[in-house]
């Protein structure tokens, strides 16, 4: 019925506006993409319109709440970051990032799936309505943040994309294309990282288009990313570009660098000491208050419930 343009019925009597001109400005994409499923997630709650931080509409709320602490400040969220590619310092990211463009955006899906293809990210996005679920988001250098990230699991865009039995663990590849970003030397680029299929079809790992509400500013790595939040910040790969299904470990971007100090798991783990500093204790950035508070670390970042069965068996000391 959406679909039915002409005189008879105008879309616009039969949807809320807004979502008619999100649809009308996305039908695009969303028909060349992933067909009629796509137009009726579309219709369910089309999260967003233009580029930079946008609201997201519809959002669901989720039971992945952190109760126990405070929601980071978005304005901190946003200006202490981790993103190489345009810098070193936390700080970095939130002055250059500008410099990425992030529409139009495609995401290459290859590898051992039924069907490789390129699907735009509004299509992606488009795809399931979009979920609210703050986080506590655990960077490896001992501090964490509590972040409403908006997305949907991507264990239901790892279903539709249909990979073979083969495939056993996911490989995401960030944008690096030399011309948008600074690409500082000592770092192989492109940012890879990865999860083994189980990790990634896990109903925590979230596809990810926005924080707050809103859709990713670019020094979060708009338009689209990964939420893993029961590992260390750095397996939450930014800026995706491709996303390609394999049948062994991949390579991941700090694990080459330094695996002594990075593994491939990296399961938020307060018995498992960094080389270089203690993983027991986190240093809060949920307030702006001038004196740190430190908190014990919680195994799995206190997703246990939800994770640990996954690692029944391993000695996480030795995967760390
Ligand atoms: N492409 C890419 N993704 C990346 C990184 C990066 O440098 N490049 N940094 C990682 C690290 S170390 C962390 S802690 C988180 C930071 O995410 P945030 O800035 O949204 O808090 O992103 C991760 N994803
Ligand atoms: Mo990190």
């Known amino acids: 019925m959406l679909l039915r343009t002409g005189a008879e019925i ?7 506006k807004e979502l008619y001109e999100a649809f009308q400005a996305n039908r695009r994409s969303v028909l060349t993409g992933l067909g009629a499923m796509g137009v009726a997630a579309a219709a369910a709650g089309f999260p967003r319109m233009a580029a930079a931080e946008t609201k997201l509409n519809n959002l669901v709320e989720t039971k992945y709440a952190v109760p126990d602490r405070a929601t980071t400040p978005e304005a901190k969220a946003k200006s202490y970051n981790n993103f190489y590619e ?16 992030t529409r139009p955006w495609s995401v290459k899906v290859e ?5 490789p293809r390129t699907i735009d990210d509004d299509t992606i996005a488009g795809y399931r309505p979009m979920e609210q679920r703050v986080y ?6 001992a501090w964490s943040m509590v972040i409403p990230w908006d997305g ?11 990979p073979l039995p083969s495939a056993k663990y996911v490989q995401f590849i960030s944008l690096a294309d030399g011309k948008q970003e600074l690409l500082p030397g000592g770092i192989e680029w492109p940012y890879s990282e990865g999860l083994r299929m189980d990790e990634a079809m896990n109903p925590l790992t979230l596809l990810t288009f926005g924080s707050y509400g809103e859709t990713l500013a670019n020094q979060q790595g708009a338009p689209i990313r990964v939420i893993v939040p029961w590992k260390y910040g750095f ?19 700090w694990n ?7 593994g491939f798991y990296s399961n938020v783990n307060p018995s498992v000491d960094h080389p270089r500093w203690s993983q027991a204790h986190e240093r809060l950035l949920n307030s702006n208050t001038i004196f740190p508070k430190y908190v014990p670390t919680l195994m799995f970042n206190g997703y246990g419930d939800q994770v640990a069965s996954m690692y029944a068996g391993m000695d996480l000391k030795k995967n760390y």
């Open 235 to 253: 397996k939450s790969a930014k800026s995706i570009v491709t996303i390609r299904f394999v049948d062994k470990q991949p390579p991941t971007t």
């Open 152 to 162: 949907y699991p991507l264990a239901e865009f790892i279903k539709a994309m249909d």
């Open 111 to 115: 590898g051992l799936v039924q069907k």
């Open 136 to 141: 506590r988001f655990r960077c490896v250098e």
């Open 256 to 262: 080459e660098l330094a695996a002594n100090e990075y």
């Open 10 to 16: 105008p879309s616009s009597e039969i949807t809320p």
């Open 86 to 101: 345009f810098g070193e310092d936390k700080s970095d990211p939130a002055k250059n990032a500008h410099t990425l463009r």
